[in-house]
Nanobody, 119 residues
Framework: QVQLVESGGGSVQAGGSLRLSCAASGDTYNINSMGWFRQAPGKEREWVATVNTGGDSTSYADSVKGRFTISQDNAKNTVYLQMNSLKREDTAMYYC????????????WGQGTQVTVSS
């Protein structure tokens, strides 16, 4: 089992920045990749970014490419999402997720952290 705890959400004005953190605990050696997802009110959950735990591969949704950066600190079992040039449409609950080595799906999920961007 893997436990994920997000932090770092909050309220910010458009154009501002936030950094989200996701601390993993438990069977972290089983994690193959980590990702961030978000869900705005009335909308479906949307994939944001993924990082391979080897640290050599990242990918981003087109909507955040060039503004968001996913990174990891393996020593701390923590994944970050640096969000710059925030827009109102980035307002959502952000979730961290982990994909174990034995699955092709993100199996473990955190409880989420709210990001609100105002104009």
């Amino acid at each position: 089992q893997v436990q994920l705890v997000e932090s770092g959400g909050g309220s910010v004005q458009a154009g501002g920045s936030l950094r989200l953190s996701c601390a993993a605990s438990g069977d972290t050696y089983n994690i193959n990749s980590m990702g961030w997802f978000r869900q705005a009110p009335g909308k479906e959950r949307e994939w944001v970014a993924t990082v391979n735990t080897g640290g050599d591969s990242t990918s981003y949704a087109d909507s955040v490419k060039g503004r968001f950066t996913i990174s990891q600190d393996n020593a701390k079992n923590t994944v970050y999402l640096q969000m710059n040039s925030l827009k109102r449409e980035d307002t959502a609950m952000y979730y961290c997720a982990a994909c174990p080595r034995w699955s092709y799906e993100f199996t473990y999920w955190g409880q989420g952290t709210q990001v609100t961007v105002s104009s």
